[in-house]
């Protein structure tokens, strides 16, 4: 049963990052927003749901590990500036923390 849920998490996460990334304008705002995106999914089902731990499989593992992207984002890294890809990682790691920090307070409230 686990391994069904974390694969139809990964199925959906993928197919939904697919879809982010080819309407958005470009590669880089694509992954930026759906990494964003899986922190958010990650972090609310983390710290607002309280997940079973077959809801933290799907959505934690499956879903959010197969819509977010560290392939893409070495990618983009390695095609740009040192300059321009420096800014790129750390805000994505910044704005990564932020939404975990938010979600992890407001689940303290």
Do not use: C, D
């Not at 390695?78 to 923390?97: C, D, I, K, R």
């Amino acid at each position: 049963m686990q391994i069904l849920l974390v694969s139809l998490g990964g199925i959906i996460g993928s197919v939904l990052r697919w879809q982010f990334i080819e309407v958005l304008p470009t590669l880089s705002l694509g992954v930026f927003t759906v990494n964003q995106l899986g922190v958010l999914v990650a972090g609310f089902v983390a710290y607002r749901m309280k997940p079973s731990e077959n809801q933290r499989l799907f959505w934690i593992t499956g879903f959010a590990g197969g819509f977010t992207t560290l392939s893409s984002l070495a990618f983009i890294l390695h095609g740009s500036s040192p300059v321009s890809g420096f800014v790129y990682a750390a805000s994505s790691l910044v704005v990564s923390m932020l939404i975990l920090n938010i979600l992890k307070e407001k689940a303290k409230a």
